[in-house]
């Protein structure tokens, strides 16, 4: 049986140990040590990584009484080694699995709703919630979580004897059988947890949520704690600034400032399109009698690529195709009132690496092909280039 070192002391980051058993896999060494601090996958929290001597440990998982380590070379049983944890993410890991504690029992306190889902990893934490909590409180249980932090309650973990543990009113998902490992943050959670924990909530430094959205019936959380919080947040007030500055605003008025601007920007969209409708009723009238005709119409809208074609097929008397220039090819509208352009379409697409398609007087599509190409397929059916 494995002696579990990091239930003693979740910070512990060093320690020695005897090589039990090694035995090679597909995947690598699986090692067994007397003692370790190395934390296996489980209870919604990744397993530890680091070095066992001159092996690193890719995964630790717990069978039976045995805690495993995934190395990538062989150890010798019977010799003792030094391991050595990642203790950064171990360490955020703490950090996440307590503030996800604090934020569960808040709001179970507040609706009687279970945590019935729990995702963590080294950037944030989800948590599916069994009721509907409305994503305008959730600044009101950040506020309560934060304050839970800076008051830097010490976190208890033990292991209650079977009566005082009926007598225990603790959250957890299933009955459990005794022994039950209980982690209680006193007056905002206790819990049934097999995770690691910080030893006070002062070393969380930060909660903060990020959404809740709808999901299964009740409620998808997601948030981050400590370490990731804090770089999450540092990377947006960077981003924010880069706005501030160029929209000339102060860095806490940013949302007015792009609302502003989004109104202006709508305003000048107005009048350009007011602009284009009074420059192509100009042009229409270029395609009177034309017959079968085209014409690369430039920098044209989707509205107004199709407002020149349906204008000028109204007084060209024939087949009209306009083109209008993209990054990459032309978009393309063909228009013969009453006709059916089918098949033109089809042998076009064909010959000029298109796609489209429409109703038969009036089709639509997108051209790879490049302006001569497509003035040469079209001088060689007899149309006439306006």
């Known amino acids: 049986?494995?002696?579990?070192?990091?239930?003693?002391?979740?910070?512990?980051?060093?320690?020695?140990?005897?090589?039990?058993?090694?035995?090679?896999?597909?995947?690598?060494?699986?090692?067994?040590?007397?003692?370790?601090?190395?934390?296996?996958?489980?209870?919604?929290?990744?397993?530890?990584?680091?070095?066992?001597?001159?092996?690193?440990?890719?995964?630790?998982?717990?069978?039976?009484?045995?805690?495993?380590?995934?190395?990538?070379?062989?150890?010798?049983p019977g010799t003792q080694v030094e391991g050595t944890i990642d203790y950064q993410d171990r360490f955020v890991r703490m950090q996440q699995h307590s503030g996800e504690h604090i934020v569960?029992?808040?709001?179970?306190?507040?609706?009687?709703?279970?945590?019935?889902?729990?995702?963590?990893?080294?950037?944030?934490?989800?948590?599916?919630?069994?009721?509907?909590?409305?994503?305008?409180?959730?600044?009101?249980i950040e506020a309560e979580a934060n304050r839970a932090v800076m008051r830097n309650i010490p976190v208890r973990v033990f292991t209650p004897g079977p009566e005082e543990l009926a007598a225990l009113s603790y959250r957890?998902?299933?009955?459990?059988?005794?022994?039950?490992?209980?982690?209680?943050?006193?007056?905002?959670?206790?819990?049934?947890?097999?995770?690691?924990?910080?030893?006070?909530?002062?070393?969380?430094?930060?909660?903060?949520?990020?959404?809740?959205?709808?999901?299964?019936?009740?409620?998808?959380?997601?948030?981050?704690?400590?370490?990731?919080?804090?770089?999450?947040?540092?990377?947006?007030?960077?981003?924010n600034k880069q706005v501030s500055r160029l929209l000339s605003a102060q860095i806490t008025q940013t949302g007015q400032a792009v609302e502003k601007l989004l109104c202006t920007l709508e305003s000048w969209k107005t009048k350009a399109l007011n602009l284009e409708k009074q420059s192509l009723l100009a042009r229409v009238d270029a395609f009177g009698g034309a017959g079968n005709c085209f014409t690369f119409g430039g920098d044209l809208s989707p509205d107004g690529l199709r407002e020149l074609t349906d204008g000028a097929a109204r007084v060209s008397g024939g087949i009209t195709a306009v083109f209008g220039e993209m990054a990459e090819g032309f978009d393309y509208c063909l228009a013969?009132?009453?006709?059916?352009?089918?098949?033109?379409?089809?042998?076009?697409?064909?010959?000029?690496?298109?796609?489209?398609?429409?109703?038969?007087?009036?089709?639509?599509?997108r051209l790879r092909a490049s302006k001569e190409e497509i003035r040469k397929f079209f001088l060689e059916k007899g149309f006439r280039q306006i």
């Open 1 to 76: 049986m494995t002696e579990k070192l990091y239930y003693l002391d979740s910070h512990l980051a060093s320690f020695r140990a005897e090589v039990i058993s090694c035995t090679q896999t597909e995947k690598g060494f699986e090692v067994v040590l007397d003692r370790t601090a190395f934390y296996p996958l489980g209870g919604g929290q990744a397993a530890d990584t680091g070095v066992l001597g001159n092996a690193r440990v890719l995964d630790t998982r717990e069978q039976g009484k045995d805690i495993i380590h995934l190395c990538d070379a062989a150890l010798t």
């Open 172 to 239: 957890t998902k299933r009955a459990l059988p005794w022994p039950v490992r209980i982690v209680e943050i006193p007056g905002y959670d206790t819990c049934a947890c097999c995770g690691t924990h910080v030893a006070a909530t002062g070393e969380i430094g930060l909660i903060k949520l990020f959404s809740a959205i709808p999901f299964r019936g009740g409620t998808r959380m997601e948030m981050a704690c400590g370490v990731p919080a804090l770089a999450l947040l540092n990377r947006v007030f960077e981003q």
């Open 336 to 365: 013969l009132p009453g006709g059916d352009l089918r098949s033109l379409n089809k042998e076009m697409n064909a010959a000029l690496s298109g796609r489209g398609g429409g109703k038969p007087p009036f089709q639509m599509g």
């Open 104 to 140: 569960s029992g808040i709001i179970h306190q507040r609706w009687g709703y279970h945590n019935t889902g729990f995702h963590m990893n080294l950037q944030s934490v989800v948590i599916d919630f069994d009721g509907v909590i409305p994503v305008e409180v959730l600044p009101e």
